[in-house]
């Protein structure tokens, strides 16, 4: 497994504070999130997991811990918007130029607008996709609402 992927290359270009992780992905997990968090030993609300959503049509992505469910109605609150759904697997992969299960919001093809649950900026580090199966990286919330130009908002039910 390679540990430089386009979202360490655009940490990085950014002068961005992260390590990277690896860990054994188990491609038939129930949730993918979930099974990252204890493979790495860390709570699952430190462990976020990237949604590829519509947002009234148009591509958004959502940061949210592993363990909670987005609100699709905050969702589309947190963008002005009123209504937002999941993208399929196929969209996602084709917008973001990365494999549903390493999906980073780091380095996509395209910069979309990007929003985190806003609990996750409580913590000092978090662990977000790092853009390959089994590769997150570790850095403070608050840079990667920084080099996302991410907006933080409540979007978990």
Do not use: W
Request: hydrophobic content about 45%.
């Amino acid at each position: 497994m390679s540990k430089v992927t386009r979202a360490t290359q655009l940490l990085a270009k950014a002068g961005v504070a992260f390590s990277v992780h690896t860990y054994a992905y188990d491609p038939t997990a129930e949730r993918i999130g979930m099974q990252a968090a204890e493979a790495l030993g860390a709570a699952p609300d430190r462990v976020l997991k990237t949604l590829m959503v519509l947002v009234d049509g148009k591509p958004a992505c959502a940061i949210i811990p592993s363990d909670h469910e987005v609100s699709m109605k905050r969702l589309a609150a947190a963008l002005g918007s009123k209504a937002a759904q999941m993208m399929t697997p196929a969209d996602a992969e084709r917008i973001t130029g990365y494999k549903v299960g390493g999906i980073s919001p780091f380095g996509q093809k395209r910069a979309i607008q990007t929003v985190i649950e806003m609990q996750a900026l409580e913590h000092d580090l978090v662990y977000i996709n790092g853009g390959q199966r089994g590769l997150q990286v570790r850095l403070d919330p608050a840079d990667a609402v920084s080099v996302l130009n991410a907006v933080a908002a409540p979007l978990v039910a």
